[in-house]
């Protein structure tokens, strides 16, 4: 079955970095697009960053470009997003998504907290 495992959350100062990682399974990772997806407490869910499945075309939330990156890396069924210059308003739940035969599927997420 579809799974996506997301990592690398934590706290980190204003200003700072992290990388977060979703290792995919139970599809051919290959063959299709991601997204990163962001939900801050009392707010909704929030498109950061999406990918094709060649990582040909990128596309960014307006609040977070130059900040962000998204890449993925086929050969490790991974997605990732590098988040630079964080700022307290970024902190929020960070899940992967894939659409796979018009059903969505999501990770478990992984908690980013910005604060100083």
């Known amino acids: 079955q579809v799974r996506l495992v997301e990592s690398g959350g934590g706290l980190v100062q204003p200003g700072g970095s992290l990388r977060l990682s979703c290792v995919a399974s139970?599809?051919?990772?290959?063959?299709?697009?991601m997204s990163w997806y962001r939900q801050a407490p009392g707010k909704e869910r929030e498109l950061v960053a999406t990918?094709?499945?060649?990582?040909?075309?990128?596309n960014y939330a307006d609040s977070v470009k130059g900040r962000f990156t998204i890449s993925r890396d086929n050969a490790k069924n991974t997605v990732y997003l590098q988040m630079n210059s964080l700022e307290p308003e970024d902190t929020a739940v960070y899940c992967c998504?894939?659409?796979?035969?018009?059903?969505?599927?999501w990770g478990q997420g992984t908690q980013v907290t910005v604060s100083s």
């Open positions: 998504k894939v659409t796979r035969w018009g059903l969505t599927y």
């Open positions: 990918i094709t499945a060649s990582g040909g075309s990128i």
């Open positions: 139970g599809f051919t990772f290959s063959s299709y697009g």
